[in-house]
């Protein structure tokens, strides 16, 4: 399958690309930055910022038709939603929600009429499941995972599949900002989260973006993978737990697990 994968400069998306690669797919590798992609070998490195129209446009002409796309380019940020910057937070939808749509818009009338396409969607466990202080990044998966439930209504009829990847915490993740800690009375609730990925967890630590690599493979290659994958098992956990909870059971049930008291 020839499959183009956005963000793939680091982390997950680097993963996934040498993941594909190794299994035999012809694989696009994308970055705003094309520079960053050179380490990886795959079949093209192309630059693409998912927030340009002019730069999609770009990179699906050079990368000719697709079989499937990876929508996993995404920026974090942290930091009270009390005093957030919106601009910040705009550009956070702009990258992480919008910019998915916006490249699958130029692909999805083609794979109609072929009447084939995947679409995976790399979203978190965040996208389910909101936490203090990770607001901002929280609310674009959250909608990102709405898109895709959408999309895979919509879409299906068509014989396109939709699969939203579900990581919880993964090792080397994102290219790193800086928080913004707002206003002193949040300092003991930073410090009071700073330690929920190890909790969660456990002694072994967060797990490679291989694990997260070879769930999107594996989603792409296989027509019964459901809509969502959740991945690891701290995502399998909370996922599991919400699904049974509601809303006071579960968040009594997160305190005590994580020892909070904010």
């Known amino acids: 399958m020839r499959i183009l994968v956005t963000g793939a400069a680091r ?22 930055d094309r520079s960053l992609l050179d380490r990886l070998d795959v079949a093209e490195r192309l630059n693409l910022d998912v927030t340009d129209d002019e730069s999609i446009r770009g990179a699906l002409d050079r990368s000719g038709p697709l079989d499937a796309i990876v929508n996993n380019a995404a920026i974090s940020g942290k930091g ?18 919008i910019g998915p749509l916006a490249l699958l818009q130029h692909v999805l009338p ?16 965040q996208g389910r499941v909101a936490t203090p202080l990770e607001g901002p990044y929280s609310a674009t998966k959250f909608a990102l995972e709405s898109l895709s439930e959408t999309l895979h209504l919509e879409l299906g009829h068509f014989g396109i599949r939709v699969v939203v990847i579900e990581p919880g915490y993964i090792g080397e993740g994102m290219k790193p900002v800086d928080d913004l800690p707002g206003d002193d009375a ?24 291989e694990l997260v690599a070879t769930a999107i493979r594996r989603a792409i290659e296989d027509p019964a993978t459901p809509l969502r994958v959740p991945v690891g098992d701290d995502a ?22 994580l020892g909070a008291v904010w």
């Open 11 to 32: 982390a997950i998306g680097a993963a996934t690309a040498a993941e594909l690669s190794r299994s035999g797919h012809q694989v696009i590798a994308t970055a705003r």
């Open 80 to 97: 009270p939603l009390e005093s957030y910057p919106l601009d910040r937070l705009r550009a956070m939808f702009e990258t992480n929600t």
């Open 110 to 125: 083609a794979w109609r009429v072929r009447g084939s396409g995947v679409v995976v969607n790399v979203s978190s466990i």
């Open 186 to 209: 949040y300092r003991p609730l930073w410090e009071e989260w700073s330690g929920v990925d190890g909790t969660l967890t456990g002694p072994s630590g967060r797990p490679g973006p």
């Open 236 to 257: 399998a956990m909370v996922l599991a737990a919400r699904a049974q909870l509601d809303d006071a059971a579960f968040e009594a049930a997160m305190r005590q697990v």
